[in-house]
Each structure stands twice: as C-alpha cells, then as structure tokens.
C-alpha cells in the first residue's frame, strides 16, 4: 500500500482555511459597517476640549437662559451663531470677575479677539443645513442637540447621519412641536402627538412630498 502524503488532521486544517477565507472578509466587511455608525465616526456622545469649560446645565437649567440669548443667528440664519465676548461680559464683568476658568474670556475681551470654541456638532462640507427652517418649522433645539440644560459640558447627542435626518424628514410628524414650545429643554410629546403632528405640518406649510429630494440637503 502506499502511504499517506498527509497526516489525518490535514482534511480538517484545509477545511478551516477554506471556511475563513470566506467568513473574514465578511467579518472584516460587517466591521466597517459597524465602525461608521460607531462614536468614533459620527462623533456622538464625544465631549470635545473647549477653551472655557462653559456649562449648560449651569446657565440654561440653572439660570434660565433661552438659547437665543447667545445663539442670535438661529431663527434668521443657517448657522446659530456664538455669542460675542461681550454677551459673557453682560455678567461676568460683575460676577465671577477673578474666576481663574473665565481668564480666557477676559483675555478675549482686552485684545478684542473672539474665543476660538470647538464645534460640537460638525457636519461635512458636503451638507447644507440651515437653522432657520428648522427653527421656523417647529423643530425643538432640543430634537438635535439633546437635553443641553442637563449638559455640564456640551456634547454631541445625535449620530447626524444621513440615515438619522432622513428619517425625521421622511416622518416630521412625531418630531414637530408648536412655536412655544421650540426652546423648551425638556419637551415631551404629547399622547395624541400624531394628530398635532400632522396639523403642524400644514400649520407650518411642510412640503413633505419633497423633504427627501437630493437638494435639500446636496447643493
């Protein structure tokens, strides 16, 4: 008889490797998928490094500040805008004067220089997105940004993937508030929200037949 070329394990070792040139890169493939919804693509959840550690949860749930007061852009432009140095100085050339985290604001006033803040939340060159209609068409701040009154430091509460606009503006509906209720920090729809919801729409005058359209987000 003739002997065996390879030992009995042979069969199964060449098996495996068959079985694995398939299954990696699918794995690597499923992987990739998973990394672009992850917080290290989308940003959500992250809490960049700012130049003053401004806190929401002190001035907008403790003090009550409306986010208009420095985000003056919101309802007339496509960006919300930061306030000038001279709008922290409204209080702060009173209280908390010697306050060692406020020396960047002071140093921002004296040399007339605005403070250099890190965006939050970023979207690609690639996407027009413009406040005003959001804001003018019943959209909370809160819809996007997150609870910012509970927000010691801002963070980004929304993945702001295409995915996650896309639904909201196949199915406004649930997400549409009524004008006093834009800034409220902590809005909660209401039982019959689908009914209201579907009355702001033609309050508003939402064309929904196109929210979906490739230029209303690509120009």
């Known amino acids: 008889m003739q002997a065996q070329l390879f030992p009995p394990w042979a069969t199964l070792v ?32 992250i809490t960049p490094d700012q130049p003053v550690p401004f806190s929401h949860e002190h001035h907008v749930g403790g003090l009550g500040l ?13 960006f919300a805008g930061l306030p000038p140095t001279e709008t922290c100085m409204t209080c702060h050339s ?3 004067t010697n306050a060692a985290m406020l020396a960047p604001v002071r140093r921002s006033l004296a040399e007339d220089r605005p403070i250099r803040w890190r965006r939050v939340n970023n ?6 997105f413009d406040h005003s209609v959001h804001v003018r068409n019943g959209v909370g701040c809160t819809s996007c940004h997150g609870p910012v009154d509970s927000m010691p430091l801002m963070r980004q ?4 993937t295409m995915g996650w606009c896309l639904g909201c503006h ?25 009914a209201r919801g579907a009355a702001l729409i033609g309050h508003y005058g ?10 209303v987000c690509h120009r």
């Open 157 to 160: 509460a929304a993945p702001l």
């Open 66 to 78: 409306e986010c208009r007061y420095c985000h003056g852009g919101v309802e007339v432009s496509r």
């Open 123 to 128: 979207l690609p060159d690639y996407v027009y």
């Open 206 to 215: 939402i064309r929904t037949a196109h929210l979906t359209d490739c230029s």
């Open 94 to 96: 009173q209280l908390w």
């Open 14 to 45: 060449a098996r495996l490797a068959l079985l694995a040139l398939v299954l990696l890169p699918l794995g690597l493939l499923g992987l990739l998928m998973a990394l672009q919804y992850s917080p290290y693509v989308t940003g959500q959840g």
């Open 170 to 194: 196949r199915d406004p509906a649930p997400h549409l508030r009524p004008e006093s209720e834009i800034y409220a920090g902590h809005w909660t729809p209401p039982a019959d929200q689908a």
